[in-house]
């Protein structure tokens, strides 16, 4: 069974950082592509980074280009989402995500994703 926990989340001044962290289960990392979303209150959810298996394109919306850094460790089984100068318009519900084709990771395709961790809220303000 395939398992993604999320942590790392919690609240930051703007211009803070944090770290949130994946740890998936159920399934070799290496395998599959990992990606994150999150849902600010009174919107869609939004794809924001992503990590192919293979050795294509890593994708990051225009939203978060720049500041985030999506990275994995597979011996960790660990899949990680670097935020940098975070803004309050990041306040979200920050979750991960897998799916086994690496075009839904590189397009962003929320259907392709089939397992979800629970999310990690992120609130980012004064």
């Known amino acids: 069974q395939l398992q993604l926990v999320e942590s790392g989340g919690g609240s930051v001044q703007p211009g803070g950082s944090l770290r949130l962290s994946c740890a998936v289960s159920?399934?070799?990392?290496?395998?599959?592509?990992i990606g994150w979303f999150r849902q600010a209150p009174g919107k869609e959810r939004e794809g924001i980074a992503c990590?192919?298996?293979?050795?294509?394109?890593?994708y990051y919306s225009d939203s978060v280009k720049g500041r985030f850094t999506i990275s994995r460790d597979t011996a960790k089984n660990m899949v990680y989402l670097q935020m940098n100068e975070l803004k309050p318009e990041d306040t979200a519900v920050y979750y991960c995500?897998?799916?086994?084709?690496?075009?839904?990771?590189?397009?962003?395709?929320?259907?392709?994703?089939?397992?979800w961790g629970q999310g990690t809220q992120v609130t980012v303000s004064a």
């Open positions: 159920g399934f070799r990392l290496d395998y599959y592509s």
């Open positions: 995500a897998v799916t086994g084709i690496d075009y839904y990771c590189s397009a962003s395709v929320q259907e392709g994703f089939s397992s």
């Open positions: 990590i192919p298996s293979s050795t294509g394109d890593t």
